[in-house]
């Protein structure tokens, strides 16, 4: 079983930053990739970010490549997401994933374990 506890979330103007932080427990050596989804009222959950655990290969949905960057403190078992220059359509539950296949990073049913998510709300 794998734990995730998601924080940092918070309200911030456009053109600001937060850092979300996923801590985790449990048998985190395990999955495949550590990812962050956000989903906002009303519309499915999507893909944002994604780290590969084997070799740090990362992803990115093109909505937040070189706005937002994803890391992993290993020695802590903690996962980060630098969000810079937030703009009001990045206003959303951002969720922690471990899990994952090869070919399916980018969809929520092929994760095992959430979080329960932190609400980020970036004001215009």
């Known amino acids: 079983q794998v734990q995730l506890v998601e924080s940092g979330g918070g309200l911030v103007q456009a053109g600001g930053s937060l850092r979300l932080s996923c801590a985790t427990s449990?048998?985190?050596?395990?999955?495949?990739?550590m990812s962050w989804f956000r989903q906002a009222p009303g519309k499915e959950r999507e893909f944002v970010a994604a780290l590969r655990r084997s070799d740090g290969t990362t992803y990115y949905a093109d909505s937040v490549k070189g706005r937002f960057t994803i890391s992993w403190d290993n020695a802590k078992g903690t996962g980060f997401l630098q969000m810079n220059g937030l703009k009001p359509e990045d206003t959303a539950v951002y969720y922690c994933?471990?899990?994952?296949?090869?070919?399916?990073?980018?969809?929520?049913?092929?994760?095992?374990?959430w979080g329960q998510g932190t609400q980020v709300t970036v004001s215009s």
């Open positions: 449990g048998r985190t050596f395990s999955t495949y990739v």
């Open positions: 994933a471990a899990g994952g296949r090869p070919g399916s990073i980018r969809v929520p049913t092929s994760y095992n374990y």
